[in-house]
């Protein structure tokens, strides 16, 4: 995986959110993740707006030895030295591989217990194989220029320049001040319209569909089917805007009418097969704030600023609301949320059984997704504040008590409509962060004592909905998975871990290949979210591969696989019940396609797939200067 750059230098103490200036954005708490495998760093401009963060630090120097029979249990090893083969990333003498030898017991399999959560008797269930071993992280390059509807190869360089330089810039903290009263809506225009939401994917990085799949491990069928002929074509490519700074673009949405693609200050509709613009709609400042969750008859929500960065106000606060439809190309209704008479700062907004949900250190606010009305706002605590929602079928808060240096998390199952409490999960005190991968079931992520090497999940929460009891919690280390989790700034920002058919399947770190071909590859496993248990069940990415669940169709799994340097990437759907792989799409292997294609980074990047469809988009842009084309988003279909 690419390595985001490091955080800003010179950032200032995280001042809490509590009474700071208005045009000032706050610095990330302490104990943040280091940076390489991590969240992408707070930055700390003039008067808070972005900045461009430095170059990415070097790559480590080498990938580990290769293990036996890897995603089986291995036997003891004692530590070895990382070494550098020759040439790494780049074709190798052809060489056949070894056959893997007989399973022996693996000492990384032991989980340790970590001392947080508060477990049930009997939760953590039985110790499992580790599945990964530590991988070499990709090294940064140049982005290739594709011709539009490239379908022949162009001269270029190798697997070493695959991974484009990620212009990585975390989210803003919360910086409103809470200036007494209660929280006041000023309305603007907007019509009201919208149904119930039924969440627009089950976790990952977004995508069509959102079918949990079965429950108690019983798969139902999927949409997605394998066409005659699974080749892809370019379909079309959307340029990177010039920028003067980085500005925030995240948000993507597909439905079957409409490819809808986050721009500065704007969402633009395009056509999914032609690449045309069917619609604009304009903002007055950059987005914010997005969800990936879209509803059945296609609406969804963004948090934008009132206006554009100037020279002397770089930052407008994050406080406008607007809910869209993205068939039609239209605000349905427009929002800002205050507390007194100063905007809030929103860190967060979601979708959860058809209620907008906004949350922040400063306060909050919830909206009926089809009209507009005001619903509730969260509860006030002298120490408590709701720092964000997980959407979906269901409306889950992760509620944020205790002292700075020593804070307790508190899981909530709410009542979409009411904001009422229905059940509550305690973590144990020092959890600084989580996530919410999924609502229903409810599944939550953290970083147990900084222990997931910036990564921010090293175990998951499987807590019961109806009664907040934790049914297990599973240790999924960051040497063995590469499931990435930003708590800080994201509730619901995971990727590389999907839950469906009461499992919870996650991508595996990267790791040599077979013998010889310096070549990595990774495996999707499951575990049981009632046993705690690994399933079994693996799939593997195949040699030079790495492979990426992105969402649920049905009970089966569609999972991205980014190639090696000599092929195209892949869409597979895995079988919820056989694991058994069906190739979907695969794109051309053209070296300026592939290029590009490698420019769109698996843990930052938005990747949606349906109906033979796959689109690729970056998160922000920036004026970094490169002697390549950049793309904010690219489409890639079969015939």
């Keep these: 995986m690419t390595q985001p750059p490091p955080p800003p230098p010179n950032q200032p103490p995280q001042q809490g959110g509590y009474g700071q200036p208005q045009d000032q954005r706050p610095a990330q708490p302490p104990q943040q993740p280091a940076p390489g495998y991590g969240y ?21 120097s080498g990938p580990p030895q290769p293990q036996p029979g ?55 269930g039985t ?51 809470i200036v007494g009263g209660g929280v006041l809506y000023a309305s603007s225009s907007g019509d009201s319209g919208g149904k119930k939401d039924t969440a627009g994917t089950s976790g990952g990085t977004g995508g069509k569909g959102g079918d949990k799949g079965g429950s108690g491990g019983t798969p139902t069928r999927g949409d997605e089917k394998a066409p005659a002929d699974t080749n892809a074509k370019v379909l079309f490519q959307v340029p990177m805007p010039k920028v003067d ?44 704030q997005v969800t990936r969750h879209v509803t059945s008859d296609h609406k969804t929500v963004i948090a934008y600023e009132p206006a554009m960065p100037t020279k002397d106000k770089r930052y407008h606060g994050c406080s406008q609301v607007s809910a869209i439809d993205l068939d039609a190309g239209t605000k349905l209704w427009s929002r800002t949320v205050k507390s007194g008479d100063q905007s809030i700062n929103l860190d967060n907004v979601t979708i959860g059984g058809g209620t907008v949900a906004l949350g922040s250190t400063s306060g909050g606010a919830a909206f009926d997704l089809a009209t ?15 720092a964000g929602y997980g959407g979906g079928d269901k409306l889950v808060a992760v509620r944020k008590c205790g002292d700075y240096d020593n804070p307790q998390l508190h899981i909530q199952n709410i009542d979409p409509k009411s904001g009422k409490v229905i059940s509550e999960y305690k973590m144990a005190t020092g959890v600084e962060y989580a996530s919410v991968v999924s609502t229903d079931p409810l599944v939550v992520a953290a970083d147990i004592g900084d222990s997931a090497k910036g990564r921010g999940i090293s175990d998951i929460f499987s807590i ?14 960051a040497d ?105 799409l695969e794109n051309p292997s053209d070296k300026a396609v592939r290029d590009a294609e490698t420019s769109f980074s698996t843990d930052y990047a938005e990747i949606l797939f349906h109906n033979g469809h796959l689109f690729m988009s970056q998160v922000y842009a920036s004026d970094f200067s490169s002697s390549s084309e950049r793309y904010l988003a690219i489409a890639f279909g079969t015939s």
């Design 372 to 386: 507009g009305k005001a619903l509730w706002t969260p509860k006030p605590g002298d120490t408590c504040y709701d």
């Design 70 to 124: 890897y995603g089986y249990p291995q036997a003891p090893q004692p530590p070895q030295p990382p070494q550098q083969p020759a040439g790494y990333g780049y074709p190798g003498r052809p060489a056949t591989p070894a056959p893997a030898p007989a399973p022996a017991p693996n000492p990384y399999a032991q989980q340790q217990p970590s001392g947080y959560g508060t477990p049930q008797p009997g939760a953590y």
């Design 245 to 288: 700074d980085t500005t925030t673009v995240s948000g993507s949405w597909l439905t079957d009418k409409v490819y809808a693609k986050s721009g500065v200050a704007e969402i633009v509709g395009y056509d999914p097969g032609k690449g045309t613009k069917l619609w604009t709609i304009k903002l007055p400042g950059p987005v914010c």
């Design 464 to 477: 019961d909905n109806k009664t907040g009891a934790l049914r297990n919690k599973i240790s999924v280390p």
């Design 480 to 584: 063995r998975f590469a499931a990435k989790c930003d708590g800080i700034t994201r509730i619901e920002g995971c990727s590389g871990i999907v839950i469906g058919n009461d499992r919870a399947y996650l991508a595996t770190a990267e790791h040599d290949g077979s013998s010889g071909s310096f070549r990595d590859t990774n495996e999707v496993v499951a575990f049981d979210l009632g046993s705690g248990k690994q399933t079994g069940q693996r799939a593997d990415a195949g040699e030079g591969y790495t492979i990426t669940p992105l969402r649920m169709d049905g009970g089966n799994i569609i999972a991205y696989k980014e190639p090696p340097y000599d092929k195209g990437g892949q869409i597979v759907s895995i079988d919820g019940a056989s694991f058994k792989e069906t190739k979907l």
């Design 40 to 60: 992408p760093q707070a930055p700390q401009p003039p008067q808070g707006a972005p900045q461009t963060p430095p170059p990415p630090a070097q790559p480590p």
């Design 127 to 177: 110790p499992q194989p580790g599945y990964g071993y530590p991988g070499q992280p990709g090294h940064p390059g140049q982005q290739a220029t594709v011709p539009a509807q490239a379908q022949a190869g162009l001269p270029g360089g190798d697997r070493e320049k695959k991974k484009q330089l990620l212009i990585i810039v975390a989210a803003v903290v919360a910086i409103a001040l």
